[in-house]
C-alpha cells in the first residue's frame, strides 16, 4: 500500500491487487483497479483490485463448492472458528482502526472505541447462539427443521464497513451457509483485512469469498447470479432497489438494509438538558452518516428557543478535524460525493426557509483541503421540506415543533422510511406507548446501551429483512416441514 504515515495499516501490495477466493488470494480474471482516496486529505492512498462477473463467477463456484462440507459440520466446530475470528479482530483492533481512518475518515478514537469493538460483538453474537440455537423442533408430530439457505452473495456499505460486514458474514456463517462479499468500492481496506483475519481464523477454503469491485458491475453479477441462493445488502434505497430487480428472475431471498430519516420524540416531561445534547451526538455519530441516525429532533412547540440553545451549545462544542487526533470528535465525510450531497442539502434547507441554529455550507473553518463538513442544526422546520423528507448521510439535525402528542407521533411517522426512532420521557409509560406508534423496525428509549441482540431492520422504504441477534440469524435459514416425523 502507497502510504504516507507508519500508523497507517499493513495491507500487503499482493493483497491489494487480488480477491481472496476459495482460501487464496487470486488475481482478477482481467487487470484492473480502483484507487482509494483518503477522505481527510483528498488523497489516493491505495489501489484495489476491481472485479467483474468473471470473478464472481469464480467466487460462486468455491462458495457453491464449499457448501455442502460446511452445512453439515456440527454447529460446535462453527462456533469454534468464529471464537477465533472473534478473537483476532480484537487482537488486530489497532490495524482495523486505523484501516477505516484511512479509508473512510473515521475518527481514530471512534474507530477504537465503536467500529471494530461493535463489529467484533456481531461475530460474538453469532458464536453464542450456536450454543443452544435448536436447528429443529417437533410440533405435534410434525419435525420444523432450520436448514442453512445456501450461498449468500453479501453486499456492505462505506460507513460502517466493518460493522456491516460482520454483521452479514458472522451469522452466514454460523447458520451454514457460504458467503461471496462485495464490500464498498469506496472503503475497501478494512474488507482485505477482515478477509486475511478470516483466512488466519482456519475458515475452510469456499466458506468465505471477497470481489472488490463497482456496484453496477459486480454487485449486479452477484444479484442475478442464479447460483446465489440469496443477497444481503446495505445500501441507497437505489441500490436496494436495482439488486432487487436484477434478483427477481432467479427468486431468490433479497433482504435489504437501506435508508433512513430517523425521529426523535422529546415528550413534554423529557429531561431537555440531556436529552437535547444526546440527541444532537446521535445524530452526528459517525459524521451522520448512519442510516438510523436520529435527524429529526420533534420537541414542543413552547420549548422550541431552550432546544435551540442547547443544540447549538453541543453542535458548536463538537471537535471536527483530523481524524487521526485523539481530540478529534467528527472525522470528514466519508467521499466526496457524499460531501456534495450534504452540501446541496444544507443549501436546501436554507432556501426553504428553515432557520439555521448554527453550522451551514462549506467547510470547517482552517481546512482548504478534506471533505469536513460543519455541524448544522435547522429549526422551524416544516415537515414539507426536503431537509425534513430526504437522507442527508451528514452533520444535520432538523428541529421539528410539535402542539400535541398526537401531531408528534404524526410528524414522526410523516416519512416514507423507518428503520429507526427514538423516544424520550421520564414517563416510561408514555414513552412506551408513543413508541408502539411509531412505524420503524427498532425503537430506542431514553438512549439506551447498545444491544446486539435487538433486530435491526425497517419498515416501508427502509428494506426488509432483519440484522442482528437470533432474528438476523434466521434470516440465513430455510424451513423446512417433515410431516409424520413423530408419528
Known amino acids: 500500500m502507497t502510504t504516507h504515515s507508519s500508523n497507517h495499516p499493513s495491507v500487503d501490495a499482493h493483497v491489494l491487487a487480488r480477491f481472496y477466493i476459495n482460501g487464496q488470494w487470486v488475481s482478477p480474471a482481467v487487470p484492473a483497479s480502483l484507487g482509494v482516496i483518503n477522505p481527510a486529505t483528498e488523497q489516493e492512498v491505495a489501489q484495489v483490485a476491481r472485479g467483474t462477473a468473471e470473478d464472481v463467477d469464480r467466487a460462486v463456484a468455491a462458495a457453491r463448492e464449499a457448501f455442502p462440507g460446511w452445512a453439515a459440520c456440527a454447529p460446535a466446530e462453527r ?10 479482530i480484537l487482537e488486530r483492533k489497532e490495524e482495523l482502526a486505523q484501516a477505516l481512518c484511512l479509508e473512510m475518515g473515521a475518527a481514530i478514537g471512534f474507530a477504537r472505541a465503536m467500529q471494530v469493538p461493535l463489529a467484533a460483538e456481531h461475530v460474538r453474537v453469532a458464536r453464542d447462539l450456536l450454543a443452544d440455537y435448536r436447528f429443529q423442533t417437533l410440533e405435534g408430530s410434525t419435525a420444523i427443521e432450520r436448514e442453512p439457505i445456501g450461498v449468500c452473495g453479501l453486499i456492505t456499505p462505506w460507513n460502517w464497513p466493518l460493522y456491516q460486514i460482520t454483521a452479514k458474514v458472522a451469522p452466514a456463517i454460523a447458520a451454514g451457509c457460504t458467503v461471496v462479499l462485495k464490500p464498498s468500492e469506496l472503503s475497501p481496506l478494512s474488507a482485505l483485512l477482515f478477509a486475511q483475519l ?34 444481503s445488502i446495505t445500501g441507497s434505497n437505489r441500490a436496494g432497489a436495482l439488486v432487487a430487480q436484477a434478483a427477481a428472475p432467479t427468486v431468490k431471498r433479497v433482504t435489504q438494509e437501506l435508508g433512513g430519516k430517523s425521529p426523535n420524540v422529546l415528550l ?7 436529552a437535547v445534547p444526546l440527541g444532537v451526538m446521535s445524530a452526528f455519530r459517525n459524521v451522520g452518516q448512519s442510516c438510523s441516525a436520529p435527524t429529526r429532533m420533534i420537541v414542543p412547540r413552547s420549548r422550541l428557543a ?13 471537535v471536527v478535524g483530523n481524524p487521526q487526533s485523539e481530540d478529534t470528535v467528527l472525522g470528514p465525510i466519508a467521499n466526496q460525493a457524499q460531501f456534495e450531497r450534504v452540501q446541496s442539502m444544507i443549501e436546501a434547507g436554507i432556501a426553504e426557509g428553515a432557520k439555521r441554529v448554527c453550522g451551514g455550507p462549506g467547510r470547517v473553518p482552517g481546512f482548504d483541503k478534506g471533505f469536513y463538513a460543519r455541524p448544522t442544526v435547522f429549526s422551524e422546520v416544516a415537515s414539507s421540506m426536503r431537509i425534513a423528507q430526504e437522507e442527508i448521510f451528514g452533520p444535520v439535525l432538523c428541529i421539528i415543533a410539535y402542539d400535541s402528542l398526537d401531531e408528534a407521533v404524526a410528524i414522526a411517522n410523516d416519512t416514507v422510511y423507518g428503520l429507526g426512532a427514538h423516544v424520550q420521557g421520564q414517563d416510561i409509560q408514555l414513552a412506551r406507548a408513543v413508541a408502539s406508534r411509531i412505524r420503524a423496525g427498532q425503537v430506542h428509549l431514553n438512549h439506551p446501551a447498545w444491544d446486539p441482540m435487538a433486530p435491526f431492520g425497517g419498515y416501508k422504504r427502509s428494506g426488509n ?6 432474528q438476523g440469524f434466521e434470516e440465513y435459514l430455510e424451513t423446512k416441514a417433515i410431516v409424520g416425523f413423530g408419528a
Do not use: C, Q
Not at 79 to 88: D, E, F, N, P, Y
Not at 202 to 213: A, I, T
Not at 306 to 318: F, H, K, S
Open 79 to 88: 462456533a469454534r472458528v468464529l471464537g477465533k475470528i472473534h478473537t483476532l
Open 268 to 274: 413534554p416531561d423529557a429531561d431537555f438538558a440531556k
Open 465 to 470: 429483512g432483519r440484522e442482528y441477534g437470533v
Open 198 to 231: 478470516v483466512h488466519d481464523a482456519g475458515l475452510p477454503p469456499g466458506v468465505f469469498n471477497l470481489v472488490n469491485g463497482s456496484g453496477h458491475e459486480v454487485g449486479a453479477a452477484m444479484a442475478a447470479h442464479a447460483d446465489i441462493d440469496m443477497i
Open 306 to 318: 431552550e432546544v435551540e440553545a442547547l443544540a447549538a451549545a453541543t453542535a458548536n462544542g463538537i
